[in-house]
C-alpha cells in the first residue's frame, strides 16, 4: 500500500512530534515514524531523559530533604525510609502519562503514527520496517529527520546497562549502590549523580577537563561545584578513566591524570558513563540519498534544509544543543519554512538548565567568552542569600550574575546558582530576546517575597544601585 504525504517524520521525540503537531496545525498531513521497542512516542526526552530524570530528582531531593531538613521546619519523621521500587514505579508513570499525551497530540493534529524504523529509499519516498520485518513506503512531497542521539561510548570501558550503565541504565538501577563513579562531569553526570547520592551512594565524578560543567561561566561552575562537594560528592578533575575492569564483586576504575602520569585505581559497585552523545542516523539510508555529513556524523543543514532537496533535518541529530526545547524550536521552524513561512531559531539564546539541588541556569553569553571576543561588559551579582525569600525558605546557596554590554546595556548573559533558577531564567531569555538592557529589568516590578527579586537586584548590580545587600 502507498500513502502520501506533505511530510514524513522520521523520529518521534521532541524534534518529530512537535513537527507533526505543527504540521496538524498549519494543515498539512504528515506521518510520524517511530521505532522504540516499546512503541512509546517522546524519544529520549520522554523515555529515558528529562522526565525519567526529573521524576527522580525531585523525588530523591525530598528525601533528602526529609532526612536532613525537615527538622528544623518543625516537621519530625520517625521511621523514614527508602522505598526505591514506589520511586522509580512513579517515575514510570510520569514517563506513561506523557507519552500517552503525545498520542493524543499526534492524532488531535491528524498525523498519522507508524511504528517501525524509517529509512529514506529516495528524496519522496520512506519505507517503514516494522518489528516483524514487513515493510511500508509512504509517499511525501517532503521528509524531516528528527533520529536523534545516542550514548557517546568510551574505548575500553564497555556499558552492560546493569553495573556499567549509561544514563539510560541509571535511571533503572534496582538497589542503591555504595559507591558509583560517574565519567564526566556533565549535565548527566551531576544529575543523576546527585540521585543517587541523595539515596545514599557515596559518588565520584571523575572529569577530564579542570572544571564540571566545562561550557558554563567559570564561576558558576567554581561554585556549583564548591556546593555539590559541601553536600558529599566528590570530584577527580583534570583526569580520565582508562579502563574499567569488572570482578566478580566489585569494580576498578583504573584513573590517570588526563595530561598523563601515574595511574591510580577506584573501587566501585556501579560506574556511570557520560561523556556526552553522539547523533543517531544509523539505518537511515542517508547514503541512498547522497545526505551531507560533518566529521562526528552530524547531518549539515541550512535552515534545516539538507544538501538535497526535500529533505530536512532538526534536533539533535543536527549542530547546536542537544536540548528538548532546542528540538522543539527547530520543528516549529522547519515546518514553517516548509510551509512557505519565516521559520527561524535564535541559537544564542536557548537556555541551559541543570536540575540539581540547587538548580543551575544560563542564557547568553558567559564572561569567558565576552572577554576572549573582546567585549566591554559589566557584571551585576546579587547572592540568594541576601533575598529573602531564599533567606525564609533555608535555601541561600548560590547567586545571580548578570552581564551587560558597557556601552549599550544590552544584557549579554545571564547566570544563575539557585534554587528555582530553571524557572528564574525564563525571564531573562524573554528580555534578551527582546534586546533588553539590565536596566529594564531592573526597573521593572517583582513580586515580594520572591526569588525573582534576585534577578533584579542583579540587574540593578550592572549600574551599580543594588539595594538589598
Ligand atoms: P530524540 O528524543 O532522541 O528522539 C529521536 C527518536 O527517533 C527516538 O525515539 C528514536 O527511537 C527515533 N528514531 C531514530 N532513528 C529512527 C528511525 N530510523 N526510524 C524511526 N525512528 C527512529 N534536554 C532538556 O532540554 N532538558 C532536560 O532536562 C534533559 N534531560 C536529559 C536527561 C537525559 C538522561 C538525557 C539522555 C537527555 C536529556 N535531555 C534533556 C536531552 C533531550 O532528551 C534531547 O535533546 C532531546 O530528546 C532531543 O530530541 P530529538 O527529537 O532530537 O531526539
Ligand atoms: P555533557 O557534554 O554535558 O558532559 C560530558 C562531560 O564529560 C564533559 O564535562 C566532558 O568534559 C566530560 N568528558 C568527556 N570525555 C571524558 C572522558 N573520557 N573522561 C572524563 N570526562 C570526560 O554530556 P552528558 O552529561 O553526557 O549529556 C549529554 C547531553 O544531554 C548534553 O549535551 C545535554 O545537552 C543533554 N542533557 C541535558 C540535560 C538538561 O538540560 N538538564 C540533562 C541531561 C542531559
Redesign the pocket.
Known sequence: MTTSYDIVI????????NAAIRAGQLGLKSAC????DDEN??????????I???ALLHASELFEAAQNDFAGLGIKTTGLKLDLPQMLKQKEEAVSGLTKGIDYLLKKNKADQYL????IIDPNTVQ?TDKKGKTQNLKTKNIII??????MPLPGVEIDEKRIVS??G??TLSSVPKHMVVIGGG??GL??GSVWRRLGAKVTVVEFLDKILPPMDNEVSKQFQRILKKQGMDFKLSTKVTGVEKLKSKLKVKIEPAKGGESDIIECDNVLVAIG?RP?????GLENVGVAMDKRGFIETNHFATNVAGIYA????IHG???????ED??VACVEIIAGKAGHVNYDLVPN?V?TYPEVASVGRTEEELKTSGIAYKVGKFSFAANSRAKTNHETDGFVKVLADSQTDKILGVHIVGVGGGELIAEAVAVMEFGGASEDIARTCHAHPTRSEAVRQAAMGVEGWTMQS
Open positions: 522520521i523520529g518521534g521525540g521532541p524534534a518529530g512530534y515514524i517511530e521505532m522504540r512516542y517522546g524519544g529520549t526526552c520522554l523515555n529515558v531523559g528529562c525519567p530524570s526529573k517501525g524504523k524509517g529509512a517503514v528528527a533520529t536523534g542521539s545516542e550514548v544514563s539510560t541509571a535511571l549535565v548527566i544529575e543523576l552523545r543517531y542516523t544509523q539505518g537511515l532538526t534536533g539533535d541529530c544543543p542537544m536540548l528538548a526545547h532546542k528540538a527547530d520543528a538548565v536540575y
